[in-house]
């Protein structure tokens, strides 16, 4: 790789979609910044520079985004996929707990954003959030979370508007991806629309495509990607 070749920064990149964003990514020719909590339990198969750090913390985000303009010099995307879930019954979720995840899952985008437009600018970059599907319809005891994707989706079109026409803001709300390749049975891939669970594969390659030349013409924009789901009336028989 050199240093013409495409920067991408990636929270949450380290496990999941993040990861496989990241190896799409990078096998496509970017370059591959990768920030996370904490560091991957085995070495990532692919070139990278991992950053261990809390991207709630406005601190350790302007360090993040300085150390990418310090040992890069450029950056062309960046994808805002940090996140976690407390599922807990509403009269039980602290305070603390709420904004915990608030911080990292909606927060963190507002701050990353903000550090990372100039460069962005520079690039005529883009932006790709993660969301979910559970900004549109939630389970019970999901409050904190379904809270901040949702934020995640009015933050997106207003970072779009905002910061065009330089930097194009888009976000992917994923429905059921399977993410750690566990048994899967029949029903729960036939209860989709499309005949199977997601694949992070079904994620990156959107996310490439969104922070690429290819969309040039696409911001403010969610694309739900559940193999339906969300399209299928469900009721009791």
Same mark, same amino acid.
């Given at each position: 790789m050199t240093a013409a070749d495409p920067v991408v920064l990636i929270t949450g990149g380290a496990r999941?979609?993040?990861?496989?964003?990241?190896?799409?990514?990078?096998?496509?020719?970017?370059? @591959?910044?990768?920030?996370?909590?904490?560091?991957p339990a085995e070495p990532l198969p692919f070139a990278h520079?991992?950053?261990?750090?809390?991207?709630?913390?406005?601190?350790?985000?302007?360090?993040?985004?300085? $150390? #990418?303009? @310090?040992? !890069?010099?450029?950056?062309?995307?960046?994808?805002? %996929?940090?996140?976690?879930m407390i599922r807990k019954p509403l009269e039980q979720l602290s305070l603390a707990e709420w904004q915990a995840v608030i911080g990292t899952n909606l927060t963190s985008a507002f701050l990353l954003a903000r550090a990372a437009a100039p460069l962005l600018r520079q690039a005529k970059g883009a932006? #790709?959030?993660?969301?979910?599907?559970?900004?549109?319809? $939630? !389970? /019970?005891?999901? !409050? $904190?979370?379904?809270? $901040?994707?949702?934020?995640i989706?009015?933050?997106?079109?207003?970072?779009?508007?905002?910061?065009?026409?330089?930097?194009? #803001? %888009?976000?992917?709300? /994923?429905?059921?991806?399977?993410?750690?390749?566990?048994t899967l049975s029949a029903e729960d891939h036939a209860q989709h629309p499309a005949g199977r669970v997601g694949r992070v594969e079904d994620i990156a390659s959107l996310?490439?495509?969104?922070?690429?030349?290819?969309?040039?013409?696409?911001?403010?924009? !969610?694309?739900i990607v559940d193999g339906g789901m969300t399209r299928k009336m469900i009721y009791a028989e």
């Open positions: 999941g979609i993040g990861r496989g964003i990241a190896a799409h990514l990078v096998g496509q020719g970017w370059r @591959a910044v990768i920030a996370d909590r904490a560091a520079r991992f950053l261990e750090i809390d991207v709630s913390d406005e601190a350790a985000v302007a360090a993040l985004v300085d $150390s #990418v303009a @310090a040992g !890069e010099g450029r950056l062309d995307a960046l994808i805002c %996929n940090a996140g976690f932006i #790709v959030t993660i969301a979910s599907t559970r900004a549109h319809q $939630s !389970e /019970p005891d999901t !409050e $904190s979370y379904a809270a $901040s994707k949702g934020g989706l009015a933050l997106t079109h207003a970072l779009a508007v905002s910061l065009g026409p330089d930097i194009r #803001v %888009n976000c992917i709300s /994923p429905g059921w991806i399977d993410t750690h390749g566990g996310a490439a495509w969104l922070a690429g030349g290819e969309s040039r013409f696409v911001t403010g924009s !969610e694309f």
